[in-house]
């Protein structure tokens, strides 16, 4: 089995999300694009290069592939989501191999988060037929983590940012993390993006209709999260770029030295006024 990262898991899904052209039971996104619930997952995964030795059914992966699997809980990069019934509600129909199992809750429909800020669950469903992407949470009740996946070395915390070259030129967006990747658009510099993983030096973003992987020394964080300080060190006698980490040390130093000079000046004051005083009463 293939090692992968949430990022690199919600950028097979969008792949093979691209590829299904219907809802068809049974159906992996492959041969002619019939795709159902789980064979959205299934298909990624196959595509990446792994075999997929389990049942096809979203109520085995909601037992038997997804760790953490509780309600309402925050959203991350590449969890597992599912709609879920109770017994005696409309609709319910647990498989009968699943009747003895402790839990006896229906998931009878999985979807995978493909940007976790702003949301964005990717599902293939029945209805309309084929694949619809969600911005709200609705129904999606129970979530988890596929237990396949590498979650050790990513970070998965989602943030906006710019893309940023010294020399102004286009940065490489990449279909894979590594520079020896001849598959790539070139983003300009200035566009804004979505970061939503992290993966050593390299982030998985989105930018416009564009996704991708980008060296993280390529962006540019608000809040500092991939800051590069010597990105900000400015030619001798030029000012640092402003919204940047060392631009905003220097703003904050000078406030400072201003206050500490402010209040030089006034204990200078308060001692030309002591010796004239002095002056006085002598």
């Not at 979530?143 to 940065?171: C, H």
């Amino acid at each position: 089995m293939h090692p992968m990262t949430p990022s690199e898991f919600v950028a097979w899904i969008i792949r093979n999300a691209a590829r299904v052209t219907h809802y068809e039971k049974g159906g992996d996104g492959s041969g002619d694009g019939g795709c159902d619930c789980i064979g959205l997952i299934i298909g990624a995964w196959r595509m990446s290069g792994n075999t997929w030795p389990w049942t096809h059914g979203s109520n085995y992966a909601a037992r038997y592939l997804t760790c953490g699997l509780a309600a309402d809980q925050p959203l991350r990069l590449g969890d597992l989501v599912y709609k879920a019934r109770s017994p005696g509600e409309p609709g319910y129909s647990l498989p009968s191999t699943y009747k003895g199992h402790h839990d006896k809750l229906d998931y009878y429909h999985v979807g995978v988060v493909t940007c976790a800020d702003p949301l964005e669950i990717t599902h293939c469903t029945s209805v309309p037929g084929g694949i619809k992407r969600d911005t709200k949470r609705g129904k999606w009740k129970y979530s988890g983590q596929f237990n396949k996946l590498d979650t050790k070395t990513e970070d998965t915390m989602s943030y906006q940012a710019t893309v940023y070259a010294e020399n102004g030129q286009p940065v490489k967006l990449r279909a894979e993390p590594s520079d020896k990747c001849s598959s790539y658009t070139n983003i300009k510099v200035g566009t804004p993006a979505e970061v939503i993983g992290e993966n050593g030096d390299w982030a998985y973003i989105v930018a416009g209709t564009r996704q991708g992987y980008m060296q993280r020394k390529y962006l540019r964080a608000a809040d500092a999260h991939t800051q590069d300080p010597s990105h900000d060190t400015p030619a001798e006698g030029q000012e640092a770029p402003q919204g940047g980490l060392l631009y905003q040390t220097v703003q904050q130093a000078r406030a400072q030295l201003e206050a500490a000079q402010q209040g030089l000046q006034a204990a200078q004051q308060a001692i030309d006024t002591a010796r004239l005083l002095l002056s006085d009463a002598g």
